[in-house]
């Protein structure tokens, strides 16, 4: 206690400026100690949910920029009046955190989830609110649109739910959700069913409900991922009252400028475009809603397209990106498709990788095999979050090195020949691929897929005239596989047990564990007759195992009953691996299985119909050729 005393009278008596910087330590430790205290014993908000996990903060100067505000150390002395300030937009202390779960046992009201300029106000950060909305079929989807934008720093996020059943799962997620009243069914529902346009049209009563609010709205489909952070992009347009993505194909700029607006003849695309809450963008909305409301068979999305190229030009100024639209008062602005992607020119022609530009954002359009297909492809590129199950797997993941030959790939005309000569040399590796990996019971990791010619769904030349698809090129995988119906639960009686996978990129996925990647057996395939080549489990090596080809399904069996705890098994080849099933039912439900994986190519433009089936079983027809029904009672697939 005399020691605090002789502190304290040394202070008095000190000079006035000691006594300012020792009354500055002191506050400075007051303080200190008030954040530590209060940081440590603040409740955890963690969450053992897999999609709880805290956002990773981007930390590049784009990003941060969109949530830390930097006020300056200087007064101005020039006052401008010309433009206001932002209103400063404070949260409610009582709003959580996105992905931390309720405390709470017992889910509020649904009346509480109603949407109100209040309950936007809570999420919104620069005036801006990001909303998706589904029903609950797309919850996986939702999750992964939802943790992309939160991995980016963001947290302005809203999504609206078709369903009942969706509103209390998003609640007990973490995730901010309001009711849409819309009662809609909880499950899939097919591109253009009546439910598909329904859900259209919710879309447009929300954007005509939000608009008024006065923020602006960056409206999205579940189907699309963000992966970099956009607002900062939107910025740069601030007299725009609508950006719109669209489904061109073909480049028109060759950086990261809005696309020119003239030389886009596609479609505009709905999925993904921000709104101002100007009085043009607020008519424009009003306008759609009642269109679409009053004609049921009105798509959302070309009642969009009629509406907004009403009027179409000319440009707002001669040096302006955006145009004069729908009334000639509306300023649209066009989004790059090299950067705002479609699922062809991310999937397809990779353009954003060609001009070295960085990708905001890919929506699964110009796709196949239904969600399924949607969901594959954003596997394949590595941007869908699944449960920690699926990355281990009971039984254990096959892959395998695929072979091509140099002159299959790039010798030769890219025509139908060399495109299905090239399609069915792969798909023959993956045929004997399935059957090991049904025999051995284990989920395939699907190769690499490569093609010559593009698939859509009318007639082309092989590939669009004016994109940058290059020749051959890696192909998603429900360019030739029907997805949908590998992931059927087919009746086990007639088509054997069902065969799992797992997209060309697994292995590489930063999400496989550790202890997945780091057990693994080599299978070197050889040649029966060499000494050193026997059916035995006995490595010749470390991790290395050399086995016979023309393998049996006894054999395999066999042999590799003594690896079912190694959780990758990798094949230097498929050729010759596999010999036959032993049980010939078996044989007959597994072919009868396959033969269904497989879908179509389109289309010629000599022909009607223009489509051709791929064959699992090709090479077993030596007069097999790649051409479109010839009559009626032609046009089947090949089982």
Not at 177 to 182: K, P, R
Not at 402 to 417: M, N, V
Not at 505 to 526: A, G, I, T, W, Y
Not at 558 to 563: A, K, N, P, Y
Request: aromatic share 12%.
């Amino acid at each position: 206690m005399g020691g605090w005393r002789n502190w304290y009278q040394e202070l008095v008596n000190s000079k006035p400026l000691f006594l300012t910087i020792y009354t500055t330590v002191i506050v400075g430790i007051v303080f200190s100690s008030f954040y530590v205290f209060s940081a440590v014993y603040s409740p955890s908000s963690a969450s053992a949910n897999w999609f709880s996990s805290p956002p990773s903060i981007s930390h590049s100067p784009v990003a941060a920029s969109s949530y830390i505000n930097v006020a300056p150390n200087f007064s101005p002395t020039l006052k401008v009046s010309a433009i206001p300030p932002p209103l400063p937009q404070s949260r409610s202390k009582q709003v959580k955190p996105i992905w931390e779960v309720p405390q709470t046992k017992r889910l509020p009201s649904l009346k509480s989830f109603q949407l109100t300029k209040e309950l936007v106000e809570q999420r919104v950060q620069d005036n801006i609110i990001i909303m998706t909305f589904g029903n609950y079929a797309f919850m996986d989807f939702i999750l992964n649109w939802v943790r992309r934008l939160t991995d980016l720093g963001l947290s302005n996020i809203l999504v609206g739910a078709l369903d009942t059943k969706l509103v209390k799962a998003l609640y007990w997620k973490g995730v901010p959700v309001f009711d849409m009243g819309s009662h809609m069914s909880t499950m899939d529902v097919g591109w253009g069913s009546p439910t598909f346009h329904k859900m259209g049209r919710e879309k447009a009563i929300l954007i005509d409900s939000v608009l008024p609010f006065g923020f602006e709205l960056l409206m999205c489909d579940t189907d699309m991922v963000w992966l970099k952070n956009p607002l900062p992009y939107f910025a740069r347009y601030p007299d725009a009252d609508i950006l719109t993505s669209s489904d061109q194909v073909v480049p028109t700029v060759v950086d990261d400028r809005l696309d020119i607006w003239q030389q886009v003849g596609a479609a505009y695309n709905v999925g993904i475009f921000h709104w101002r809450p100007t009085e043009s963008a607020k008519k424009f909305a009003k306008e759609w809603k009642e269109m679409i409301l009053a004609d049921d068979k009105i798509w959302d999305q070309n009642g969009f397209n009629d509406l907004i190229r009403r009027q179409l030009g000319p440009s707002v100024s001669e040096d302006s990106e955006l145009v004069y639209a729908y009334d000639g008062n509306l300023k649209l602005g066009v989004l790059p498709a090299s950067i705002f992607c479609s699922g062809h020119t991310y999937f397809v022609q990779a353009m954003y990788k060609q001009l070295r530009l960085e990708p905001y954002a890919v929506h699964t359009t110009f796709q196949y095999a239904g969600t399924e297909g949607k969901r594959h492809r954003l596997r394949e590129a590595m941007v869908f979050y699944d449960p920690p199950e699926y990355y281990d797997t009971p039984g254990g993941f096959l892959s395998f090195k695929p072979f091509i030959p140099k002159s299959l790939l790039l010798d030769g005309k890219h025509d139908l020949e060399s495109h299905f000569a090239l399609v069915n040399y792969q798909m023959k590796q993956i045929r004997t691929a399935l059957a090991i990996a049904s025999v051995l019971n284990r989920t395939l990791v699907m190769p690499p897929l490569w093609c010559r010619l593009d698939r859509l769904w009318f007639p082309h030349p092989g590939v669009l005239e004016g994109t940058m698809t290059r020749q051959p090129f890696l192909c998603p995988l429900d360019h030739v596989f029907e997805l949908n119906v590998m992931l059927q639960q087919l009746p086990e009686d007639e088509y054997g047990p069902g065969i799992g996978f797992r997209e060309y990129s697994f292995m590489d996925n930063p999400s496989v564990p550790k202890q997945v990647k780091e057990s693994r057996l080599e299978v070197q395939l050889c040649d029966d007759t060499l000494i050193d080549c026997q059916a035995s489990s006995n490595t010749s090596s470390p991790g290395i195992l050399r086995f016979p080809r023309h393998s049996s399904e006894e054999t395999f069996k066999i042999v590799f009953s003594s690896f079912k705890d190694v959780k990758v098994i990798n094949f230097s080849s498929m050729k010759n691996a596999f010999l036959n099933f032993t049980d010939k039912t078996r044989e007959e439900r597994f072919r009868r299985r396959v033969k269904r994986y497989v879908g179509i190519w389109c289309c010629v433009d000599s022909h009607t119909p223009g489509h051709i089936y791929y064959d699992m079983y090709w090479d077993e027809k030596p007069d097999w050729k790649p051409v479109p029904p010839q009559t009626p009672g032609d046009d089947h697939p090949p089982w």
